[in-house]
């Protein structure tokens, strides 16, 4: 077994000493399970008279539907039913509409036109699964084949093909008015404009399956009493759960869901990408029916990580310190909205990285491309933008001449400091990360790099303040297209921007919808009280947007604690799609 | 299409069904006879998860024709323990965090269980090239690898 | 909906082949039951053999003959066919290997059938049986060429001359992942030395066209050269004739093209990989 070493000299008063868990070999309880084969996954179940659920899926990447014969298919022997769209009673979802984030917008079966080769049309039912999958081949679909967008800056360009009719711009809609998530934080303009390398560099990445040695399925049977049993794969139940009931329309309390042993996720189980039309299945025949993509399908359709394209662009002092970073994000949704939305979104939250920028400005977009719609993996949102500013940091790095790990102790987060999302960075630790790793690679560090700790000189001067935010000619923060236009106003230091109202404020507004300019509104906001490690600094109010499922807002917050804060035990969560913090 | 008798050990125990003619053996074991030990991963051949010992050899079930196992001896990891007692290739598992979701362990086990038959003592080398038909995706194949080298050290390991 | 047919003769099983266009042959289940796994395969007949020639293994002599239902661990298994352990062992994990047959590798499309490229560069026959009559021996390379046409009858055995010196037969698979991934390409050499000189080479690759193919280019280069560094130069610069790799999930086109000459130039001087 692996040794593992407690470093105790390290924030020794973040951890109580009496840990009965951390640092032991306890048994797992599905351990037995598993190596006698008696752990039980989705299709580890029998049922008499179970029905195969095989799907015909397009081989267009984008084409609309003319036809769709089912009559020989529906003929072919153990077939007992066949289903199309229109049997789907809620024929629309979207992932998210759970927690009302984003407009339904993915059909359970196409209807009239597919956005993905591999978009499921038709599902056949039949009494084996060889016998529905010689029927699937008997589905004549009479296909009309549409120009095709795979690349997530040209899908949005003017006249690119629509992907996806809900979001006719081929961009996510934020809160149905944002074409993009935006961070502004300080003048990233005039940070470069002073800097003495500026350097700027295009990453990118592809999509990435998860690949699990168990593919998507799942089990639907009927129950008394008008329920049905459904043993599933899901990541997440009772999201699963939720989905089927809004698809099949029926009550939540009719679905039995039986899951939590997931033959290896990763995120590529929370789409509810079987339930729903098992569940149907089971409904509509009174069988058990069970539904599983094969391998194939699940590499080919099974929704991936999404591709991205990353633009940084950075301000450099010869120095080694960063003073202005600008991140331009493009995420490959595919041709429906998973959790791409959420993915932006995450991202945004994790720019410029664990480093302190006086300057930072990020406008991440998601836009739809005629590929398999992508979804949740490890990380999402943020692996691709690390690995690119990583890499970035190693060039920074060169240009300064400096040490790479030096370069990152230099410009770590410390407890205490702004980041640009106004709140104070805590339970930093970059910097005795990098002096860790460089102790075991044997890698040499200055003497001043090995002094450097994440507890001193955080939040110190500007390091703890909200800097003035540059708006442009329409008062806007930061239109891309507008950056260097004249700055007609400022919003003022250690204010920040509350959202005018529902109306749409779309931008680019490619979509022929008019792009209103709002006056923005502003509210002062307390002033960053000065750091006081080792206390905790309470973050200030977080930035509410005006919309109409935002929580109320939040009461302000404490002042800050005179004695040392107790260290924090318990899961504190941000909520970035609420905008919220909970424990 | 008539079905076809079909009969074979399972595990120690004579077992019959009923086989559509091109039925693999993994929908055999698992929808016919209920042993839903071997798992469906890929039906291709590329994951080991449904690896069964047929006669003492490990096959893939997913691409055995069934009606080929007609007389034969089926060993799945259904029937690995002794009853209470765990077979050290189990144990060694537990012992060694050789799992996490469980997936692929019933076909790990089931190579590592016709290496050790052949072979009581490999080398490292000889367990990665036992393993490499089957892929894990979650801990890793260290732990895998350190479980199976252990279990040949342990006492009873040559029990197949 | 697909039926079986048990065959106990070599002879029975032809004549259902050769009768029926829609009669495939299933040997050991890892090409045909993956198209039956998948729904490609739906109609139809599955002809399975038990004739125990079928599985038949003659190694002793000069001229080895192997059924084609032989399998990767029975060649494993037996001594005599040391030479070909590295090829036989390049296909799949040891559950594969109990089931893949030699016969069946002749039919993997690319960038499968590594052992095919071993059996080609040993001037292997082929012998095939059409409906009842008595078997013939074609050379591995016709048959191959013209693989994808069908209809050549039952593959009952391959037929090749042992290599007179094993050391002298070399066969390397190169793929990314260790120890065991899908093939980037395959190289196999048989470099008889004779007074010094390579005399009548043998070079085939696989992965590197739609079948295995010989690489004319490079067993001229080499004919009649000691094995040097400008004959190892020549050979390098003739790789890639007759070369038409496919662009697949493995590697493109553009890889397998750069790389190709790399390898063989490697195998040729006796480097590792």
């Known amino acids: 077994m692996a040794t593992m070493e407690m470093r105790k000299d390290l924030f020794a008063d973040e951890r109580d000493d009496n840990l009965n868990v951390i640092g032991k070999g306890v048994q797992r309880q599905d351990m037995p399970g598993h190596v006698t084969a008696r752990t039980r996954f989705f299709d580890d179940h029998a049922f008499d008279g179970m029905l195969h659920l095989k799907v015909v899926r397009s081989p267009h990447h984008h084409a609309r539907i003319r036809a769709i014969d089912t009559s020989a298919a529906e003929r072919a022997p153990g077939v007992k039913r066949v289903l199309r769209g229109a049997d789907v009673p809620v024929n629309k979802n979207t992932l998210l509409s759970l927690i009302n984030f984003g407009k339904d917008d993915e059909p359970s079966l196409a209807v009239s036109k597919v956005s993905y080769k591999g978009e499921p049309v038709v599902a056949i039912l039949a009494d084996s699964e060889a016998q529905a999958l010689a029927a699937c081949k008997l589905v004549r679909i009479d296909y009309d084949p549409l120009p095709a967008v795979f690349d997530v800056e040209e899908t949005l360009k003017p006249g690119a093909p629509v992907v996806n009719e809900t979001y006719p711009g081929n961009y996510f809609e934020y809160h149905e008015r944002f074409d993009h998530q935006k961070l502004r934080f300080g003048d990233v303009e005039r940070g470069f404009a002073g800097a003495d390398i500026v350097m700027e560099h295009r990453y990118q990445m592809s999509p990435i399956e998860h690949a699990p040695t168990e593919t998507n399925g799942s089990i639907a049977a009927p129950e008394q009493n008008g329920r049905y049993l459904v043993h599933s794969c899901a990541q997440g139940l009772f999201f699963a759960l939720g989905t089927t009931a809004k698809i099949v329309d029926v009550e939540s309390n009719q679905l039995h869901f039986i899951g939590g042993t997931v033959g290896g996720g990763f995120g590529g189980k929370v789409d509810s990408l079987t339930e729903p039309l098992a569940v149907l299945g089971a409904m509509l025949t009174g069988r058990p029916v069970r539904f599983v993509l094969d391998r194939e399908e699940e590499m080919l359709y099974g929704s991936p990580r999404g591709a991205e394209r990353i633009y940084i662009k950075d301000g450099l002092m010869r120095d080694g310190r960063i003073v202005a970073r600008h991140i331009r994000s493009y995420f490959d949704a595919g041709a429906y909205t998973r959790l791409s939305s959420y993915a932006a979104i995450k991202c945004t939250a994790h720019v410029p990285g664990p480093y302190w920028i006086p300057n930072v400005a990020s406008d991440i977009y998601v836009s739809y491309t005629n590929r398999c719609p992508s979804t949740a993996m490890r990380g999402f949102g943020v692996t691709a933008v690390d690995f690119a500013l990583e890499v970035q940091m190693d060039r920074l790095a060169e240009a300064a001449n400096m040490d790479p790990m030096e370069l990152r102790i230099l410009n770590a987060y410390r407890d205490g400091d702004m980041k640009p999302h106004r709140r104070a960075a805590k339970n930093t630790a970059l910097v005795e990360c990098v002096q860790v790793a460089a102790e075991k690679a044997n890698w040499p560090l200055s003497e001043q790099a090995k002094r450097a700790s994440s507890l001193i000189g955080g939040g110190a001067g500007e390091r703890s303040q909200i800097p003035a935010t540059q708006l442009d000619a329409r008062g806007q923060i930061g239109r891309p297209d507008s950056r260097n236009g004249p700055v007609t106003q400022v919003l003022p230091a250690g204010t920040s921007r509350i959202a005018p109202s529902k109306q749409p404020v779309m931008e680019g507004a490619r979509d022929g919808r008019a792009t209103p300019t709002q006056v923005p509104r502003y509210e002062p906001q307390r002033p960053a009280a000065p750091p006081p490690p080792p206390a905790y600094q309470p973050a200030p109010p977080p930035y509410q947007p005006a919309s109409s499922y935002s929580p109320p807002p939040a009461p302000p917050a404490p002042p800050p604690p005179v004695a040392p804060a107790q260290p924090q035990h318990g899961a504190v969560r941000f909520s970035s799609v609420f905008g919220t913090r909970r424990r | ?160 | 909906m697909l039926d079986l047919r048990t065959c106990t003769s070599l002879s029975e099983a032809a004549g259902i082949l050769s009768g029926d266009r829609q009669a495939l042959l299933i040997g050991g289940g890892t090409l045909v039951m993956r198209d039956v796994n998948e729904g490609r395969l739906t109609e139809g007949t599955l002809v399975r053999v038990t004739d125990p020639a079928f599985r038949q293994m003659s190694t002793g002599g000069a001229r080895i003959e192997l059924g084609a239902g032989v399998t990767m661990a029975m060649v494993l298994a037996n001594r005599e066919l040391a030479f070909l352990h590295a090829a036989a062992r390049a296909i799949g994990g040891p559950a594969v290997r109990t089931m893949a047959t030699i016969g069946g590798n002749l039919f993997a499309a690319a960038p499968y059938g590594d052992f095919t490229v071993a059996l080609l560069a040993l001037d292997a026959q082929v012998v095939l049986q059409s409906g009842y009559g008595s078997g013939r021996a074609v050379p591995l390379e016709d048959f191959l060429s013209a693989r994808e046409r069908g209809g050549q009858g039952l593959v009952t055995a391959v037929q090749f001359a042992r290599p007179q010196n094993p050391a002298e037969f070399h066969f390397r698979k190169i793929s990314r992942v260790k120890p065991k991934g899908i093939s980037l390409l395959s190289i196999a050499t048989h470099l008889p030395l004779s007074g010094g000189r390579v005399a009548q080479p043998r070079v085939a690759y696989g992965a590197m066209a739609p079948t295995p193919i010989r690489a004319r280019g490079v067993e001229r280069a080499l004919d009649g050269k000691p094995l040097d560094q400008s004959a190892i130069q020549a050979a390098k610069q003739a790789a890639l004739e007759g070369c038409r790799p496919a662009t697949d999930a493995i590697a493109s086109e553009w890889y397998r093209r750069e790389i190709l000459p790399v390898h063989l130039g490697r195998l040729l001087a006796g480097e590792p990989r």
């Open chain 2, 1 to 160: 299409m008539a079905k076809l008798p079909l009969q074979f050990r399972l595990n120690g125990s004579d077992r019959a069904t009923f086989v559509d003619p091109a039925s693999n053996l993994l929908d055999t074991l698992r929808r016919g006879l209920g042993d839903f030990g071997p798992k469906y991963g890929c039906g291709q051949g590329t994951c080991g998860v449904c690896t069964v010992l047929v006669d003492g050899e490990p096959q893939l079930a997913c691409l055995t024709l069934a009606v080929s196992c007609e007389g034969r001896q089926i060993e799945t990891t259904s029937g690995m323990a002794d009853g209470p007692n765990l077979h050290p290739l189990q144990d060694a598992f537990m012992d060694h965090f050789a799992a996490q979701c469980g997936f692929c362990t019933p076909g790990m086990l089931t190579a590592a269980r016709a290496l050790l038959a052949k072979n009581p003592q490999p080398s490292r080398e000889e367990v990665v090239e036992a393993i490499s038909g089957n892929i894990c995706r979650c801990t890793g194949y260290e732990p895998i690898i350190a479980a199976i080298l252990a279990a040949a050290n342990a006492p009873g390991a040559r029990r197949a």
